[in-house]
């Protein structure tokens, strides 16, 4: 018997399912969806239709969604980007999507009302947020909608940063937060996605997918020997990213923020807990 779909990343429920999965599941309904874009700066995604339920991740400015369910105050939906499937406030899609041109490439931005820096800016935007840009000026960049936003900190779709390390040392200081994407709060594998999303390279959201999909395995030494700057660190429910041979960089909870140490302070720290080096995997050489 094959085992059933991850439904972190499939959406469907005893009584509804996305119509792809007609063949593949069980439900009451099939539905094909509706295209959604995010318009709030960010929005948490949770597993459960619950204020209280913890976030699974976050959404950000721009990304598309298919909306499965619009219920109750709660929508069901998938996002597009990593696939991941919950329920978000439906204020926070808009029906109206449009194609995005550019993204963030800072590692936060805002959107303003005007082209001047002294107005009152209407939102925060975080890495990798999604624009569409009107018109590219020398200052700001005029989206369709008709705010503003620093022409520096925003890059055509298709341009990527180079080292997805380099974007990941960006992020030193900031605080540790469960399912958070941005400069505001992260989490481990949220700042491992962010970080290669930002380079260009497909990351799914959790750490045991990532430790699953990503990149070659490493033989893990007793010496802890032989690691290169870009392989990643995996425990159980945990990953880092090597900046070099013996540093790890990793938002954690245990310095409830972004933070850089050696590897072997945070092998001996989960070790006193029981937990074990499960992986190292290393990304091709373009990627690192």
Known sequence: MSAPLDIRRHAYRPDLA???????????????????????????LRAEPNARSSWTTEVLFGE???????????????????????????????AQVKPTTHTVR?????????????????LHLGMTCEVS???????????????FVPARHIAE???????FVAVAERFMGAPYLWGGKTRLGLDCSGLVQVA?????????RD????????????????????????????????????????????ANAHHMGVAIEPLRAAVDRNLRAGQLVTAV??????SA
């Open 18 to 44: 996305a119509a792809s999965l007609q063949d593949a599941v069980e439900a009451q309904r099939y539905v094909e969806g509706e295209r959604r874009q995010v318009v709030h700066s960010s929005t948490p």
């Open 64 to 94: 598309h969604a298919t909306m499965f369910e619009d219920k109750d105050g709660w929508a069901w939906v998938q996002l597009a980007r990593d696939g991941y499937v919950g329920y978000v406030r439906p204020g926070a899609l808009t």
């Open 106 to 122: 800072a590692l936060g931005s805002f959107l303003y009302p005007a082209a001047d820096v002294k107005a009152p800016p209407w």
């Open 133 to 147: 840009v009107a018109e590219m000026g020398p200052v700001f960049a005029r989206l369709v909608d008709g705010s």
């Open 157 to 163: 779709a298709g341009r990527h940063a180079r080292d």
């Open 196 to 204: 290669l999303h930002a380079a260009g390279i497909a990351c799914p």
């Open 207 to 250: 750490s045991d997918m990532q430790q699953a999909e990503l990149g070659t395995p490493v033989e893990v030494r007793e010496n802890l020997d032989g690691l290169e700057r870009g392989d990643l660190v995996f425990w159980k429910g945990h990953v880092g990213i090597m900046t070099d041979a013996f540093l790890l960089l990793h």
């Open 281 to 286: 995997k290393r990304l091709p050489a373009k």
